[in-house]
């Protein structure tokens, strides 16, 4: 996701997913190009949300909204267990 903001002085830009700030910092995240561009390594369907790039100085502050949706498959996983009675 790119937050495409210019301004002088040059903005602080920060990004938020559904209001918790991101981190570039693991779950294969990146932030490049000076906090512009918000790279996901692989998405997970725990990354789908409401992203905001905000751009901030001492003018002003501006936002961007993205929406991520992660189409995926839910899978689940069953173990039969067998039980034996011995009578007598």
Known sequence: MTCDVSGAPPPAITW?????RV?????GRSLTKGGRVLQLGSARL???GV???SAENVVGVDRR?????????YTTSTTNY????LSG
């Open 82 to 85: 067998s039980q034996t009675a």
């Open 51 to 53: 992203y905001e790039c």
């Open 16 to 20: 938020t997913q559904d209001g918790v």
């Open 65 to 73: 909204l993205f929406r991520l949706s992660v189409l995926g498959r």
């Open 46 to 48: 725990e990354d789908a």
């Open 23 to 27: 981190s570039a910092a693991g779950r």
